[in-house]
Nanobody, 119 residues
């Protein structure tokens, strides 16, 4: 079983910054990819950013140049640095991890952390 613990959400003014973190623990043999998704009220969950085991990244067009995903030293923690935040970035942000555990392939979601951008 793999657990994800997210932190770093909160209330910030437009133009401000936040950094989200997601730590994975449990019976993990290898990680194929980690990512961040978000879901705003009344909308579908959407990809924000993801990073592969090789370090390749991709971003939603709406966050390119403002958000940065990282996984230092390829450990089991992924970060999302969010700069120049806009009100439309307001959402619950979820961490996702895909990998191989002792019971085979897995995919896990974090509990979600609220990000609110408002003056």
């Amino acid at each position: 079983q793999v657990q994800l613990v997210e932190s770093g959400g909160g209330l910030v003014q437009p133009g401000g910054s936040l950094r989200l973190s997601c730590a994975a623990s449990g019976s993990i043999i290898s990680i194929n990819g980690m990512g961040w998704y978000r879901q705003a009220p009344g909308k579908q969950r959407e990809l924000v950013a993801r990073i592969t085991s090789g370090g390749s990244t991709n971003y939603a067009d709406s966050v390119k140049g403002r958000f940065t995903i990282s996984r230092p030293n390829a450990k089991n923690t992924v970060y999302l640095q969010m700069n120049s935040l806009k009100p439309e970035d307001t959402a619950v942000y979820y961490c996702n991890i895909r990998g191989v555990g002792v019971r085979g392939d897995f995919g896990s979601w974090g509990q979600g952390t609220q990000v609110t951008v408002s003056s």
